[in-house]
C-alpha cells in the first residue's frame, strides 16, 4: 500500500484526483487530497473509498510534518512560492514529491541533498511547463538521434476557449488564472517585462509596450490560424534543450487572430497598469476611465478619439472587440480604491467569463527546422544538407467545467508521473524536469489513451 | 548649549554641514556629523572646532540610542526607508527630528505620539520636497488672502547644469542621483508607472510609454525655455495645498529642450528596462545591443535602422544625440550580467559627468491662473472676473562642485528649519511638513541671504 499526500486541491486538481482515485485499487494508493477549504477537498474526491479529504494548512508545522510522514510521494498543487517549506520537509523524512511549477533557485539547491535522501524532486510535469518538455524533447532527442543538427526551435501554447464555444469577438474566454492575462507581459508578471528570443541567430529583446504588435502567425492543422506574442525567456530553453547551436529560438502565447491587436490598445492606452489607484474609481464611468488615459484632443465621441488615436477606423475589428467591452458606456464602475488592472479584470471576469457548456481547448505546436550531416562527398555551399521541417502539435478540447482541458493537461503528466515513480519505472533521484526520455516517453505514452497526443508533420 | 546630530554626510550634506558649522559659535552649538564613512564625515566637516565626525551606522541599536541620546535635534540625511528606526528612537527620547523626505505612512502615523511628546519631525524641507512647499503655499495663501479663486496651479523642478557647463547636446549632466534618472517614470521608480494630473478639469493618466513625448514647454524669465515631463502624482497636492477646486494641477520635471524626444528613443527602444539581463553583456557591442532591441528589418546600418524605428532624418537632433553617446560603436559594453538599464547607466555616467568646474543649476517655476471674487453687480459668463496669472520662479547655480545648487538648495532649508525649531521660531509638534506660514515666511527669508530667491511676476 502506497499513501499519496495532494496538497491543494483547486480547478486544476480536478482531473488529477480523479487519475489518482481512478488507479488507487490497482495500484494499492490511499489518497489524502489536503486544501484549505475542506469544502472543496471533499467535492473533489467525490467518497471515492481510497481518497479521503483533509483540512491542510501549509504554515502549520505539525500538520506539514505530520502528513507528510504518512506519505510515500507528496504532489504540491500550491502556488509556486509556496512549495518551499514542503520539498524541505521531504527532504528531512526521505519523501518523493512532484509539481507542475518551474524549479526555483531555492529548489535547483536541494539537489545534492536529495539524491543523497534517494528521492526524486520531480517538477514542471504539468503543461507549459510539462508537456512542452516532453514533447519538445522527443522531437529533439530523435532528430539528433538520426544526425540532424537543429536549426530553429519554436514552441507555442495558448488555453483557449474550443470552437464551438467561441462566441464572442475576442476569441476569447478566460480558462485559467484571468489576473495572468490581463498583466502578461509585464515587470510585475513572473515573466518579466522585456522578451527576449532568438532570430536568424541573433538575440531580440521586446520591450511590453511591443510585445502585442510583434506577433507571430501559425497554423494549426484542423484548427486554422493562430496568433503568438513572445513569453519572456526563449533564450534559456537553449540551455534547457540542449539546443547550443540554434538560430531561431522562440517560444510564444497564442491566440486567436486579431487579439493582440485589441489588446495592444489597452496596452498603449495604459490601462494594465497595476501600480497605481484610479481616483474615485468607484463613481466614475468606464467611458470617463478611457477619456482619461487618452490624449487631449478636440471634438468627438470618446469612441472617435481613441479610434484616432489608435489609427483605427471606428468600425475595425478592433474597435468592434473594445466597443463590445462595454468601455463606451456610462456605467458605473463600481470598484472601490482599484488600479486600473484590477478595473480591467473586472470587466473582463464578466465578459470573458465561460458558460456553463463552454468547452476550453488547449492548443500545443512545436515547429523545428534541421538539417541532416551534410554528405561529405558533396562540396558547395548550395548542397550543404536540405533544411527539413517538422511541426509536432496537440490540440486538446475540456469534456466540461470540471475536466477541463487545462485540469486535463495540467493534471495528467502530474498522476502519470506519480505512479511511474512509485512503480520505479522512473528511477531518477534529485532535482529533476522532464526533459529526459526515463520521463517523456512513458508519460506522453500513457497520455495517448487520454486523448492526449502530438501529430508530428514531416515537411 | 545645544547638539545637533546629523546622519548621513553624502553629496547632498555638504552645504548643510558647512552652514551648522557657520552657525555654530553664534547658535553655541555641537555639531555631530555621522556617516557609514568616517572619512567622509571627517572631510565635510573641515576641522571645524564645534563639529565633529563619528562613524555611525543606523543599523548598530547602541549606537543610535546612545547618539541621539547626546542631541537636543537629529537631521536625517539616509535613504528614506531607513528614517524609521532614528524616528521611533527620537520619540522615546523626545528629540526632534528634520529629513527632505517625502512622510511615508510609517512616519505619518506617529504624529499623535510625537505631539504627546512635545517634538517636531519635520519632514519633506529639502529642495523637492521643501522649497516646492514653501514657495508654493506662499503664494497660495496670499492669493488667498485677497479673496482669490485658484484656478491653475502648475509646478516645475529641475536639476541641469549651468549654461556656462552646458556644453553637450543632450544639455543634460547627472546633477543627482544618476539611476534615478534612467528609472524616472518606471514603475521600479519610487513615484510609479503612470503619471496623474488635472488638466480643465478632467484627470488625465499618462503611461511611461507615452511620458516623455507628452511634454509642455515653460519658460523661465532671463533663462529661456525648457520642457516638463509630468511628475506620476500632481493629484495627491490638491489635498496638501487646499486646492481641492482647481481646474488644472500639474508637477513637472525640467528639462533642456529636446531633451525629452531623445530620452523617449530609449523607452521606445525598450532599453530602459532594469528587470531583465542582457545575454553576455560583458563581451557585446553598444551598436549590437541597440540591434537586439530593435525590430527586424532589412538593410541598413544600425543607426539607419534605428531612425527608421523612430520616425527620425538620420542628422536630425534626436539623432544626433543618440549619436555622441556611442550608442552605434562597436564597441564593448564590459559589463558582467548587466539590466539595459545599469548599461545605458554605466554609459551616460561616462558621458553625462560633470567636468571639475561644472555648475550645476537648479530651476523651480511655480504657475499660477486664479479669479478674484467676482463682483456681484456684474452679470454675464463673460464677465465673471478676469483670469488672474503669476508665475514664480528660483533659478540657483552652484559655487562648485561641493556647494552645488543641489546640496544647497537641499540643504540651506533643513539648516535653517533647524535653526528655526532649536530657537523655538517654529513651535509646531508632530509630524509636519512646511507648508504653513510659520516655517515658510522664516525659512523662504533667510534663503535670500544665501541669493535662494523666487522672482514673482503678476500677468
Known amino acids: 500500500m502506497k499513501n499519496i499526500l495532494l496538497i491543494g486541491a483547486g480547478r486544476s486538481a480536478s482531473t488529477l484526483i480523479k487519475y489518482l482515485s481512478d488507479n488507487s ?209 526563449s533564450l534559456s530553453y537553449m540551455e534547457l534543450y540542449g539546443l547550443h547551436d540554434v538560430k531561431n529560438m522562440l517560444r510564444g502565447t497564442l491566440r486567436i487572430p486579431g487579439f493582440c491587436r485589441a489588446w495592444n490598445a489597452f496596452i498603449q492606452l495604459g490601462i494594465t497598469d497595476d501600480n497605481c489607484n484610479v481616483s474615485n474609481s468607484e463613481n466614475i464611468t468606464y467611458v470617463s476611465l478611457i477619456e482619461s488615459f487618452l490624449p487631449e484632443s478636440k471634438g468627438g465621441s470618446v469612441k472617435k478619439k481613441l479610434a484616432k488615436f489608435l489609427h483605427e477606423k471606428e468600425n475595425s475589428p478592433v474597435m468592434k472587440k473594445l466597443d463590445w467591452l462595454g468601455i463606451f458606456k456610462n456605467q458605473k464602475i463600481g470598484l472601490h480604491d482599484s488600479s486600473p488592472a484590477e478595473i480591467l479584470l473586472d470587466l473582463l471576469m464578466k465578459k470573458w467569463s465561460l458558460k456553463p457548456d463552454d468547452k476550453d481547448m488547449v492548443v500545443m505546436q512545436h515547429e523545428f527546422e534541421y538539417k541532416l550531416t551534410p554528405n561529405l562527398s558533396l562540396r558547395g555551399d548550395g548542397r550543404r544538407g536540405e533544411v527539413k521541417r517538422i511541426t509536432s502539435s496537440m490540440v486538446v478540447i475540456g469534456d466540461n467545467q470540471i475536466n477541463t482541458a487545462m485540469s486535463k493537461t495540467v493534471g495528467l503528466p502530474l498522476g502519470i508521473s506519480t505512479k511511474l515513480i512509485l512503480n520505479e519505472k522512473i528511477k531518477l533521484k534529485g532535482v529533476c524536469i522532464p526533459t529526459v526520455k526515463e520521463i517523456y516517453n512513458p508519460v506522453l505514452s500513457e497520455l495517448e489513451n487520454f486523448s492526449i497526443r502530438f501529430i508530428e508533420k514531416h515537411h
Chains 1, 2 share one sequence.
Open 25 to 233: 485499487q490497482k495500484e494499492n494508493w490511499k489518497v489524502t487530497v489536503g486544501d484549505i477549504s475542506e469544502d472543496i477537498a471533499k467535492q473533489k474526491i467525490k467518497n471515492h473509498p481510497n481518497s479521503h479529504a483533509i483540512v491542510f494548512d501549509v504554515n502549520n508545522e505539525d500538520q506539514r510534518v505530520g502528513e507528510i510522514s504518512k506519505a510515500d510521494l507528496v504532489i504540491s498543487m500550491l502556488p509556486a512560492t509556496m512549495h518551499l517549506s514542503v520539498a524541505q520537509e521531504c527532504l528531512k523524512q526521505k519523501k518523493h514529491l512532484v509539481t507542475a511549477s518551474y524549479v526555483s533557485k531555492q529548489m535547483k539547491e536541494l539537489d545534492t541533498e536529495a539524491k543523497k535522501a534517494g528521492v526524486i524532486f520531480l517538477n514542471e510535469i504539468g503543461l507549459d511547463p510539462g508537456i512542452d518538455h516532453l514533447s519538445a524533447m522527443k522531437v529533439i532527442d530523435d532528430v539528433k538521434a538520426k544526425g540532424g543538427k537543429m536549426i530553429t526551435f519554436k514552441s507555442y501554447c495558448g488555453g483557449l476557449v474550443a470552437p464551438e464555444s467561441n462566441d464572442n469577438p475576442w476569441g476569447y474566454k478566460f480558462t485559467w488564472n484571468p489576473r495572468a492575462v490581463v498583466i502578461a507581459g509585464q515587470s510585475g508578471d513572473a515573466t518579466g517585462a522585456t522578451a527576449q528570443y532568438l532570430q536568424n541567430g541573433k538575440i531580440k529583446y521586446i520591450p511590453y509596450t511591443r510585445l502585442f504588435s510583434n506577433t507571430e502567425n501559425i497554423s494549426v492543422e484542423k484548427y486554422g490560424k493562430f496568433e503568438a506574442y513572445a513569453n519572456r525567456d
